[in-house]
């Protein structure tokens, strides 16, 4: 264990399938799983690290929680091999067929259970989102129904002080990048390239290996109300799943070399024009732009 005078700081991961080898089954148009490995939701690997990276420098301890099935027990050991202190495996057959309210919701509970056992959390961290569902909902939501100050899309913290409560972060939007600065406790959703995952050390790699996963139900986390879990608490509805109809048409290729750059982008220029017309006539009347 680390230094358990600093904060405690949460971090949820999903265990999800890799989406390179996803398939889409050409006649009842389902995902494809069987025989996809399943990963650590590669977004959520940038959480992990920032979760780290603050332990490293301020102390505290850092607790993974993974809500899936008892196979999710893999991707939390990977986590434990990264330096991770403990890991809490949300798994439980009610909760099958969760969407993000849902999701959010049961997550919200074990994260109050986890501060009722080794301390309310100061900080928790997300990944931006996840690969298979690419909703970025379920880190808000939890923000939601803890009453944490959510801080979404960061891509650097600038400063956590905890004498006087407060965490300044850098957050992207579509305008550039805004500084925000809120008190704690706070929800942290990190975007994608903002660090790199460490390598996992000798000893925390054999302490993984060892180390007890605690393994929870509906009702170790405290969830009495199944109507808000699972399929029944699920809102949202999936209708179809299907996949691009492949184009017939071959890419057509344009000789480059020996050419300027000049000849090649009028000789494109003309074939696309001949192919959209409408398109020649739109440039030539719409003027310079200012």
Known sequence: ??????????????????????????????????????????????????????????????????MGPPMAQDALRKALSYG????????????????????SHALAFAIGTIA????????VFTGKQTID???????????KRLNFQPLTYVSRIRNID?????????RRSEGGVQVLSTTLPALVTVMDGV?????????????????????????????????????AGSPTV????????ARAEKAHQITVEGRSHRDVAEDLLREIFAKIPDLELLTTTSGPRA
């Open 1 to 66: 264990m680390k230094d358990a005078s600093g904060p405690h700081i949460v971090v949820c991961i999903k265990q999800v399938p890799d989406s390179a080898q996803i398939r889409v089954h050409p006649v009842t148009n389902t995902i494809m799983r069987q025989g996809v490995p399943s990963i650590i939701n590669p977004y959520d690997l940038f959480a992990l690290e920032e979760a780290l990276s603050v332990r490293d420098r301020i102390g505290g301890e850092v607790t993974v929680l993974c």
């Open 238 to 245: 999936v209708k179809k799943v299907f996949a691009p109809t």
């Open 84 to 103: 991770a202190d403990r890991a809490v495996l949300l798994t439980d057959r009610k909760f099958a067929g969760s969407d993000t309210l849902a999701t």
């Open 195 to 231: 660090n790199e995952i460490r390598r996992g050390s000798l000893p925390d790699l054999l302490r993984a290996s060892r180390t007890e996963i605690h393994v929870w139900s509906a009702a170790d986390a405290g969830l009495e109300d199944l109507s808000k879990c699972g399929l």
């Open 162 to 170: 905890l004498g006087t409560g407060r965490i300044e972060v850098e």
């Open 133 to 143: 569902g690419d909703t970025a909902q379920v880190g808000p939501g939890i923000a």
């Open 116 to 123: 009722d056992k080794w301390g309310a959390p100061t900080l």
